[in-house]
């Protein structure tokens, strides 16, 4: 071997040893488990900050920060602080009071954090004036929910659907991107009819964002074609918020090997697969949960996939009942369905996860009023959310295989019907 080559092996493997050896322990991990345990990085740490405004209560502003306080876990960070300030609206400019950015800015010193994030999304103004308050980096709820994005994203069509909503968020920001430029001076050789830097970027990126959106029509079209071609099978959506566990229902349900993860956003590309239950055969889609608070450029980027949902014939609405604000949760997906133009389809909805379900049981001599925490299982299954004629309803647990036949034979009937009225001459199948 030349002195050359002895030379670049060497740079190549470093101070390895033989007693650095790869163990039969570590042999044996998944690729998941091999990375968490091959790595030492330190999370970053945050304070995050919100305001309870209008007619929000402490309580809701608090499960709003413990959502985002997930976000940030989930983007690989912690939180160290949570700040709430009650004003009647966001301050324009620096979107929370001046006293608070005094407390603040002592906690940042006193836990050396590395940047802030805020429960809402941040003007340009806001975003500019909170950096130079603060002088770190500051982060709000939709960034973080971009960066979450962009992290999960696999294929190419989500990669594209991140990056168009990544830019759109970005290019009424620009300004807070180029602070070196901001007082450009004359003098010799420095005058001329070129554009400065931000324009130049400003020019990019709305050049790159006609790019994607023409490359999403595309994509779109051809979306549409597969479609048709399942047009003769009758389609069922799973929908839901983040982290309900449809994933993990649609790998039950469908036998499947789609990607689970106790983490918000661990799915974000559509997964369609043919089922058949008895000798009644139909699609199942499972599609990206959603949020409160979701970043609207984010609706417009994954149209093409949330055009599954609004194609759908019937939707699995997949709710977590062991979460404590389930019922708002309900509510933000059926806002988003509205949005989209999904409300009216038939819905099956489930309640997920009654194995993780955990209720506060009243003393005897307790004679304060009764709250949905107090409330049993089987007191919930007698309520409003259960007996809606609207809709079917079902109690499960994906985890424990619960009540999951009985998922079957409701999604048989349900599909069964739609099928006799679509195509009244082909009733071979029962």
Not at 378 to 398: C, G, P, Q, V, Y
């Amino acid at each position: 071997m030349t002195k050359a080559r002895q030379g670049k092996f060497r740079k190549a493997v470093g101070n390895w040893t033989p007693d650095m050896q790869t163990s039969e322990t570590t042999k044996r991990l998944s690729p998941q488990e091999r990375n968490t345990f091959q790595t030492d990085e330190v999370p970053e740490k945050a304070i995050l900050v919100s305001v309870c405004a209008g007619g929000a209560t402490m309580e809701r502003t608090e499960e709003y920060l413990s959502e985002l306080a997930f976000l940030l876990e989930t983007a690989g960070g912690v939180a160290v602080k949570r700040v709430i300030q009650k004003l009647e609206r966001p301050d324009p400019r620096t979107y929370i009071g001046s006293g608070k950015i005094d407390e603040v800015k002592e906690y940042k010193n006193a836990l050396e954090v590395d940047f802030l994030v805020f429960d809402d999304e941040l003007s340009p103004a806001q975003l500019r004036n909170l950096e130079r308050e603060f002088e770190c980096r500051i982060l709000d709820r939709t960034t973080l929910i971009l960066d979450i994005f962009a992290k999960r994203a696999r294929t190419s069509i989500a990669k594209t659907q991140v990056e168009l909503a990544q830019l759109q968020y970005m290019l009424p920001r620009l300004t807070r991107l180029w602070t070196h430029l901001e007082r450009q001076r004359g003098g010799i050789g420095m005058r001329g009819p070129g554009e400065t830097q931000i324009e130049t970027d400003r020019r990019l990126i709305t050049n790159k964002i006609a790019l994607l959106k023409e490359r999403l029509t595309t994509i779109d079209k051809q979306k549409v074609l597969q479609r048709k071609n399942r047009e003769s099978l009758v389609r069922v959506a799973l929908v839901g918020y983040t982290n309900v566990g449809k994933s993990t229902l649609m790998n039950l349900l469908s036998k499947s090997d789609v990607f689970a993860e106790d983490k918000l956003f661990a799915t974000l590309d559509t997964t369609v697969r043919k089922m058949v239950i008895g000798n009644l055969p139909f699609l199942l889609t499972d599609t990206v949960g959603f949020i409160r608070k979701l970043p609207h450029g984010l609706v417009e980027s994954f149209k093409s996939t949330l055009d599954e949902v609004c194609e759908a014939d019937i939707l699995l609405h997949v709710v977590d009942i062991s979460h404590p604000d389930h019922e708002s949760q309900i509510e933000a997906v059926n806002k988003t369905l509205q949005e989209i133009g999904a409300a009216g389809k038939p819905v099956i909805m489930v309640f997920n996860k009654i194995d993780a379900y955990t209720y506060v049981e009243k003393e005897a001599d307790d004679l304060t009023p009764i709250t949905k925490a107090n409330w049993p299982l089987e007191m919930l299954r007698e309520s409003w959310m259960a007996k809606n004629t609207d809709h079917e309803t079902l109690f499960i647990s994906a985890t424990n295989k619960e009540n999951i036949d009985t998922l079957r034979q409701v999604m048989y009937d349900k599909v069964k019907q739609i099928h006799a009225v679509r195509y009244p001459y082909n009733n071979f199948y029962w």
